[in-house]
């Protein structure tokens, strides 16, 4: 939440129509391990967008849209979707409750998603959307999220000044595609067996020399013919295994 720290207070006088504010930063988390002995230092692509009321429906989806085509891209087509419902003890009214939670179904609905409710496993703050990646082992692996917030803006000072000078709080939404960095790129190279994509490897063209004196010549390809766009490397002779 250091970001938010940050930022907070945010007044934002006259609003009419729609409020949309999107605060992002890829801060690092540190995440206590076995009781506090141990400690990790994690990143996630954790952003906030503040919202009124009425723009719920088409934030949530873009979020959505552009989850699906960041997943896409790394390979992953499959995915189990889950929303949160609201748990007993809440934050918020039952009205915006309400919208928020119809808001959420109309957009997985017309994305045309099968999803799993989890009647009352939303947080006492608001709604949620989490999707678990399937690897090529068919393990799921939760990763991307969005969540609905009534309760921070109200806490952190977060607000607007409407067409009638009342000072009113914004929603919040939580928004991460990966979650943290080094999870979703752990199940990543497990998913490819390090055998990756050609726009993500390390290495995109390998010069292969036929005996150990095409060395020199291979470096000097390498070096005078890698394009920028281009990673590109060459094997030593004595890396190759000999024949018995």
Known sequence: MRHLLLEAPIVLEGMKKALVVLVHDLAPNWELVSDAINSTLQFKDDAHIFCLENPIKDEIRGVLDLTEEILFQFGF?????????????????DDIWEKAIAALTDVLDDKGWDYQIDEGGGAFYGLKIDLKIEDALERKWQCSTVQVDFNLPQRFDISYLDSNSEKKWPIMIHRAFLGSLQGFFGV????????????????????????????????????????????AGTALYFDFPKPL
């Open 77 to 93: 087509r499959k995915y189990e979707v889950n929303l949160s419902t609201r748990p007993e003890k809440s934050k918020g009214s």
């Open 188 to 231: 990543l190279i497990e998913h490819y067996a390090g055998d990756f994509p050609m726009w993500i490897s390390p290495i995109q063209a390998r010069v292969l020399p036929v005996t150990d004196t095409e060395e020199l010549r291979n470096l000097y390809i390498v070096g005078e013919y890698q394009l920028p766009e281009v990673k």
